[in-house]
C-alpha cells in the first residue's frame, strides 16, 4: 500500500523569505515522488519529479525537492518565496512496483504575504 | 503543444439529474486518468484507461457512474442520477507510455443540489 501526509493544511510566508512545505511518504519498495502546484480554477500543473539519481531534485519555478530515504520525506523548497507562488501544492507518489496510479496527499495551501 | 482539455467548465444540476464530462488529452498520450477532487482534498483517482482498455476502475461507484474511451482518445465521465456527495471537481489528465508525468486538464466543477 502506499500513503502520502502534508502535515500542515496551509503555510504563510513572507516574500522574500525561503519556504519549506512539507511531505511524507510510505510505500512497500522505492517511491516515485511528484510535487503539483495549483492555482484556483486551474488543474493541477506539474512541479518537479524523483524517481532515482540525486536526492536533491530541481523543477519548475525555481522550487526544488529533497528526497530524504531514512525520513520517507520529499519536502518542497524554495530560497525566495514570491507573492505569485500562493497557490495549493499536492505531494504524490506511487509504489515503484505498483501501477501508475499516485496517490495525492490533501494538498498544502501556500500563502506568500507582501 | 495543446494540452488536456476539458468541457464543460463548470455545471449545475439538481440531485438524480444525470450529467456527462468530456475529456481529449495530449495528442499521443495512451493513458487517460478521470479523478474526482472534493474540496479541501487532494485528487482521488476514479478510473484509467490505456488506449481503450480500462486500466483500473476500483473506485469507480459504478452504480452511478461511468467511463468510455472508445476510440483510444476523447472520453466521456457520465454521472447518472447524482447525489449531493458528488459536488467536486473532476480532473482529466494524460501521459505518455514511457513517461511518469501525469497532464492535467483545468477540470469540470460540478456543483449538484
Known amino acids: 500500500a502506499q500513503s502520502v501526509a502534508q502535515p500542515e493544511d496551509q503555510v504563510n510566508v513572507a516574500e522574500g523569505n525561503p519556504l519549506t512545505v512539507k511531505c511524507t511518504y510510505s510505500?512497500?519498495?522505492?517511491?516515485?515522488l511528484f510535487w503539483y502546484v495549483q492555482y484556483p480554477n486551474r488543474g493541477l500543473q506539474f512541479l518537479l519529479k524523483y524517481i532515482t539519481g540525486d536526492n536533491l531534485v530541481k523543477g519548475s519555478y525555481g522550487f526544488e525537492a529533497e528526497f530524504n530515504k531514512s525520513q520517507t520525506s520529499f519536502h518542497l523548497k524554495k530560497p525566495s518565496a514570491l507573492v505569485s507562488d500562493s497557490a495549493l501544492y499536492f505531494c504524490a507518489v506511487r509504489d515503484e512496483m505498483g501501477s501508475y496510479i499516485p496517490t495525492f496527499g490533501r494538498g498544502t495551501s501556500l500563502i506568500v504575504h507582501p | 503543444e495543446a494540452g488536456v482539455a476539458q468541457s464543460p467548465r463548470y455545471k449545475i444540476i439538481e440531485k438524480r439529474q444525470s450529467v456527462a464530462f468530456w475529456c481529449n488529452p495530449i495528442s499521443g498520450h495512451a493513458t487517460l486518468y478521470w479523478y474526482q477532487q472534493i474540496l479541501g482534498q487532494g485528487p482521488k483517482l476514479l478510473i484509467q484507461f490505456q488506449n481503450n482498455g480500462v486500466v483500473d476502475d476500483s473506485q469507480l461507484p459504478k452504480d452511478r457512474f461511468s467511463a468510455e474511451r472508445l476510440k483510444g482518445v476523447d472520453s466521456t465521465l457520465k454521472i447518472q442520477p447524482a447525489k449531493l456527495e458528488d459536488s467536486a471537481v473532476y480532473l482529466c489528465?494524460?501521459?505518455?507510455?514511457?513517461?511518469?508525468?501525469?497532464?492535467f486538464g483545468p477540470g469540470t466543477r460540478l456543483l449538484v443540489l
Open positions: 510505500v512497500s519498495g522505492n517511491p516515485y
Open positions: 489528465a494524460s501521459r505518455p507510455r514511457i513517461q511518469e508525468t501525469q497532464y
